[in-house]
């Protein structure tokens, strides 16, 4: 299952990668400093919005799907989560209201939380659909749905932006995209739900299991986003967008690789748990980890590298220096965050021990606020670049200490000491490497990095990667072969 799923899920990734990177390029364009600002506070509002009202209902898909055994509890499912879910979207609104009515907040301001929590239903909605197909196997589905989202959620936010429209364009750009695939989606997945009965018992173990993800994932996002917010008041708007905009490119860089390899690998750890046990789980978590660490670890070492010229390629000239100087902290913090989020969480959920999830993220979210309101204010932007760092590190350590018993996620230590020696090997070359600057400079060095890099993890077998090859070899060779039959 998690091969199917790396194979499967690689062409959403490639479509976010692309819609990420790009939104960073048009949007530090079309916006201005303090425009982008904006909608990095606006976006970090209408997230907690989200989190606290209906995620706990995808997280029940998510874990739950896979454990009704028959039809008839698939649809009581469904008629449980979809009821729940009609009643909630009307709490969003409210919360919202609530938030622009007593906040002193400017009007752009305003204006992009408006567009955000417009926007919070129909993506919800879409994304509880999607979590169906995922806890399914259904990959070419969820691939088909998201890449649609994904690429015309960009290019609408792009034209509306374009526009004129400011920092609400990309929020309702999003939303709009969610909009008109739920046309597509929501009459089947209501057939469903019509099929069964609400059933109370039912949203009781739900809610217990979900909502302390909600909070969790709340915790999260103000792990992520409380710098935002002092870097506003005790500097500026502009300030905001300069470190969103840094922040932006390193952690959308390997979170893209981290989104990739967790959503083929959670589901498939739940289902070696619940078919296979223990030793099932062990096997593929143990392949997950160890794909992690050999695709992300050189990947963030390689940003730290790069952050001058990738910087000032991707980034509008008026935020680029500063966002350059906050890539190389947060590609360190992203690298933890990413292996701690997609990877030693995965035991809480497996475990269903959510509560012990929201322990693990409040650790590091509690010491990342006292570190802000401590270097920002004396340090401003690399105050909140350290203070990021610092509390992904916590974090991993908090998770990994909190997971014990059967469902504990082991350490692929060997792979993590060869890709480590493979990672230092290319950072040596890299650092060798003339700094000329612009596109040029890219491109070279992410060459030379992923020459150095490949080699030297092939010669020390670095996660099995030579077996890895061979067979990814062999299945490029057996599907030309099949092609050229047919």
Known sequence: MLKK???????????????????????????????????????????????????????????????????????????????????????????????????????ELRIAIAAGLASVIFRSLLRLAQERRRAAGEVKGFALIDMVQTGAGFLIGAGLAFKGLGAAAPLAGAGAASALCLIFTLPGELKIARQGRFQRHRLIAYASYGLPVSLSLMMSLALATTDRFVLAGYLNEAAVGAYHAGYSLSNRTLDVMFVWLGMAGQPACIAALERGGREALLRTATDQASMMILIALPASVGLMLVAAPLAH????????????????????????????????????????????????????????????????????????????????????????????????LPIPWLTLGKAGAATAAMALALLRLPSGGGLGELLVKAGVGTAVYGVVALALDAGGARGRLATALSDLRGRAAARTAA
């Open 5 to 107: 799923g790396l194979l499967g899920y690689l062409p959403v990734n490639i479509v976010q990668a692309l819609a990420g990177f790009g939104s960073i390029m048009l949007f530090t364009r079309l916006l201005s400093p303090s425009d982008y600002g904006a909608y990095a506070l606006a976006f970090s509002v209408t997230s907690l919005v989200y989190l606290a009202c209906l995620t706990w209902i995808e997280a029940a898909m998510a874990r739950f799907y896979a454990a009704e055994k028959t039809e008839t509890e698939r649809a009581d499912l469904f008629a449980t989560l979809y009821r729940t879910f009609g009643v909630m979207m009307f709490a969003a609104p409210i919360v919202g209201g609530l938030i622009l009515a007593v906040l002193p907040l400017p009007g």
């Open 313 to 408: 390629f991707m980034v509008g000239p008026a935020l680029a220096d500063r966002a350059a100087r906050v890539t190389p902290w947060i590609a360190a913090g992203a690298f933890l965050s990413g292996m701690t989020t997609h990877y030693f969480n995965t035991a809480f959920t497996l475990a269903r021990r959510t509560r012990l999830l929201f322990v693990a993220i409040a650790i590091p979210a509690a010491a990342n606020l006292g570190l802000v309101l401590w270097l920002v204010p004396r340090h401003g932007l690399d105050g909140a670049m350290w203070a990021a760092a610092a509390s992904y590190a916590i974090g991993m350590a908090a998770s990994i200490a909190l997971a014990r018993g059967d469902t504990a």
